[in-house]
């Protein structure tokens, strides 16, 4: 069973940065991708940002440019760095991997809330 667990959320003032973090219980090689995506109230989860074993990434549209999604191999984390955030940012942040055998994990959530 793989654990994901997420911390760094929190509250901020548009324009500000957070640096959200995903610690797994498995080595980073073992799958395939890893990734943030994000539910806010009322909508579907999304796919903010992924990254592969092969150290490719993928971005939303609404993120790229704020948004960068980096890996400490030796660590087995991964991490989002936000910056220029927006109030439609605000929601909770889910860290996903997905296993060679194409098994998705998902981690408990935390919560970005962008607001004055």
């Known amino acids: 069973q793989v654990q994901l667990v997420e911390s760094g959320g929190g509250l901020v003032q548009p324009g500000g940065s957070l640096r959200l973090s995903c610690a797994a219980s498995?080595?980073?090689?073992?799958?395939?991708?890893m990734g943030w995506y994000r539910q806010a109230p009322g909508k579907q989860r999304e796919l903010v940002a992924g990254?592969?074993?092969?150290?490719?990434?993928i971005y939303a549209d609404s993120v790229k440019g704020r948004f960068t999604i980096s890996r400490d191999i030796a660590k087995n984390r991964v991490y989002l760095q936000m910056n220029s955030l927006r109030s439609e940012d605000t929601a909770v942040y889910y860290c996903?991997?997905?296993?060679?055998?194409?098994?998705?994990?998902w981690g408990q959530g935390t919560q970005v809330t962008v607001s004055s």
């Open positions: 498995r080595m980073f090689f073992s799958f395939n991708t």
């Open positions: 990254i592969t074993r092969g150290d490719s990434t």
């Open positions: 996903n991997a997905e296993s060679q055998d194409y098994e998705n994990y």
